[in-house]
């Protein structure tokens, strides 16, 4: 199933609709219906330096907080060259360090973990999921070469 790095699958999500989650992740009371697997992640910009504010799912992991995107995300590119971070997670910021795994057997368990967890995010990223609710490891291998875990 050896994919084309220019052909893999990426959903960008319009801006109003990033502009709404942001909105409603800020607003007490919507933001517990819509923050149980979607934060906000505010970081600086390599090359503005200025503060930019993304919607981001997550998963909440060992004491870690495990986010993913495809490697061409801008935000990802600003988190690898500047890993100082907040997270706008139910309501409260929490500030951390990001480490952006680049190498894909390092973060295969992290990955697997939030196909898991969020099968939207395994739809997303064409890996079937069983009916105990266990990921492809092998298909989730391959979509690594394309995806980034921070």
Same mark, same amino acid.
């Given at each position: 199933?050896? $994919? =084309?790095?220019? +052909?893999?699958? $990426?959903w960008?999500?319009?801006?109003?609709? @990033?502009?709404?989650?942001?909105?409603?992740?800020?607003?007490? #009371?919507?933001?517990?219906? /819509?923050?149980?697997?979607? !934060? *906000? *992640?505010t970081?600086?910009?390599?090359?503005? #330096?200025?503060q930019?504010?993304?919607?981001?799912?997550? *998963?909440?992991?060992?004491?870690?907080?495990? %986010?993913?995107?495809?490697?061409?995300?801008?935000?990802?590119r @600003?988190?690898?060259? @500047?890993?100082?971070?907040?997270?706008?997670l139910?309501?409260?910021?929490?500030?951390?360090?990001?480490? /952006?795994? +680049? =190498?894909?057997?390092?973060?295969? =368990? +992290?990955? %697997?973990?939030? *196909?898991?967890?969020?099968?939207? /995010?395994a739809?997303?990223? +064409?890996? !079937?999921?069983?009916?105990?609710?266990h990921?492809? &490891?092998a298909a989730?291998r391959?979509?690594?070469?394309?995806t &980034? %875990?921070?």
């Open positions: 199933m050896s $994919r =084309d790095l220019a +052909d893999a699958p $990426r960008t999500p319009p801006r109003w609709m @990033n502009r709404s989650m942001s909105g409603m992740l800020r607003t007490p #009371g919507i933001q517990r219906l /819509v923050g149980r697997s979607t !934060a *906000l *992640l970081f600086t910009g390599r090359t503005s #330096g200025r930019i504010t993304t919607p981001v799912s997550y *998963l909440e992991r060992g004491g870690r907080i495990v %986010v993913t995107g495809h490697h061409t995300r801008q935000w990802i @600003n988190v690898a060259a @500047n890993p100082r971070v907040e997270l706008r139910q309501g409260r910021v929490r500030s951390g360090t990001a480490t /952006v795994l +680049d =190498d894909p057997d390092a973060a295969l =368990d +992290d990955f %697997v973990a939030v *196909l898991e967890a969020q099968p939207a /995010v739809r997303l990223s +064409d890996v !079937a999921i069983d009916d105990a609710g990921a492809d &490891r989730a391959e979509v690594l070469d394309y &980034r %875990v921070v």
